[in-house]
């Protein structure tokens, strides 16, 4: 337990570090924020993870009514879930999740499994038709607002980067700005910086959707588990986000702290809203699918081409044996694993999984994090229960380099005036959401 809350802080002192040694102003380090940031995270997840054991172990009761309501947006996107699978067995037909099937050519049984396009996809296309008619009717804006006024009190920020950060938690990266559109055009750098970083360190609530049924598959508890990890992760990570960007690009301008929702609405009426966000779910879907397709088969291949050179070099043996058959040679896996297995192990992750943890966080980082919560769906019974919470938060979130684009694009469509400012924050936003990730992720393991 010591040994365990020791290596979690050491990793938060060297995340901290890291930021500091790339800051652009290192003078102008506002450390209350900073303080005052990961003490929001420490009290959140205190709240979630160890008060209702400690509570019920030393006092008699189990002081458990945040963790309830947590537990009750954690099976609000479960129902979601089974909605989705009312509306895709429809269109789709009845797929079994396991089961084993003839594969139509050979008479051979082959294992279908988690049945990813008809079951994970729809989900994405539903809570994007969900979202934007709960924005359409001025729900989200008011839940957003509440999460903003917390942030803006405890951290001082502008409004609209308090905004920002609040509506990162329910949506991506490039719908969240929206909120604050009108605002975009006049921000400095530091607030540029800390709409990208936290678009980054966060994951919209359609892909959330998408990761509880990709990982908790048909067992109901096991979705709810994941649903409450992954919805504390993505607000956990958001005053994190916010201490990355401030210590990487401080503010030092004079900025405007009102607190103001932009009302632009995104349909004429609510049958529009719906139809408007299914289109842009099954764009996203479509998006997803697509690039899980290529970046699986791009990994297969290079995976292909490494084991060649290992069996030149004669090396695959002496990997396979030193890592008990978890890879069988020379791969990008294991090449991700040995380069990011130091961070897990910072994290908290037990020292025998720190190689396939590492393995997840370099996926994440240099691909995406669909494809590494697609290997953690695959390793996770291998693996140590910290292991998987860990993993699960740091994976918590769209920092890879293909965000950069995402972000100047999307962005840069609402503020064309900021292009050039997104193209030059591009990797230091990177950076900052993969630090905000890790954050939650040593916090969370810390407690668990």
Not at 91 to 102: A, E, H, K, M, N
Not at 253 to 263: G, P, R, S
Request: with cysteine; hydrophobic share 50%.
């Amino acid at each position: 337990m010591i040994e365990s809350i020791g290596r979690g802080l050491l990793g938060i002192v060297f995340l901290v570090g890291v930021c500091y040694l790339f800051s652009k102003n290192r003078k102008s380090i506002d450390w209350k924020l900073v303080i005052s940031g990961l003490a929001i995270q420490f009290a959140f997840a205190f709240a979630i993870i160890a008060l209702p054991d400690l509570t019920e172990n030393y006092l008699g009761y189990r002081f458990d009514w945040i963790e309830r309501i947590f537990k009750g947006m954690a099976d609000f996107f479960v129902l979601v879930i089974s909605y989705t699978n009312a509306g895709s067995t429809f269109v789709l037909g009845d797929w079994p999740s396991v089961t084993q099937v003839s594969d139509g050519l050979t008479g051979e049984l082959i294992t279908v499994g988690y049945i990813f396009a008809f079951k994970v996809l729809p989900t994405v296309i539903f809570f994007s038709a969900l979202t934007s008619l709960l924005y359409f009717l001025g729900i989200l804006q008011k839940i957003v607002y509440g999460f903003a006024w917390v942030m803006s009190k405890t951290m001082r920020l502008s409004g609209a980067e308090s905004l920002n950060a609040a509506g990162n938690i329910f949506l991506g990266q490039t719908e969240a700005p929206l909120l604050i559109r009108p605002y975009l055009e006049k921000m400095t750098k530091s607030e540029v910086l800390c709409v990208m970083v936290g678009g980054m360190a966060t994951i919209a609530g359609g892909v959330m959707a998408a990761y509880i049924g990709f990982l908790g598959g048909d067992d109901i508890e096991k979705q709810k588990e994941f649903a409450m990890h992954l919805l504390s992760a993505s607000i956990m990570s958001a005053p994190a986000a916010i201490v990355a960007s401030k210590m990487l690009f401080p503010q030092t301008e004079k900025v405007d702290t009102t607190l103001q929702v932009n009302k632009e609405r995104i349909g004429s009426n609510a049958i529009e809203a719906v139809a408007n966000g299914t289109t842009d779910g099954l764009k996203l879907a479509v998006n997803v699918g697509a690039m899980l397709l290529a970046f699986t088969a791009f990994m297969a291949m290079f995976n292909s081409i490494f084991l060649g050179i290992g069996d030149m070099l004669g090396i695959n043996d002496t990997i396979a044996a030193s890592t008990a058959n978890a890879y069988s040679g020379l791969s990008l896996d294991y090449i991700f694993g040995l380069l990011m297995a130091p961070v897990a192990w910072l994290l908290g992750a037990p020292a025998s999984d720190m190689l396939m943890v590492g393995q997840l966080l370099g996926e994440k980082t240099i691909i995406n994090e669909f494809v590494a919560y697609a290997s953690l769906g695959e390793l996770k019974s291998g693996l140590d229960e910290k292991s998987i919470i860990i993993a699960t938060y740091a994976l918590c979130g769209f920092s890879n380099f293909a965000s950069i684009g995402i972000q100047i694009g999307g962005i840069g469509a609402l503020a064309p005036n900021q292009k050039t400012t997104l193209s030059q924050l591009g990797l230091r936003a990177l950076l900052g959401g993969t630090v905000a990730c890790f954050f939650t992720a040593a916090i969370a393991g810390i407690f668990f």
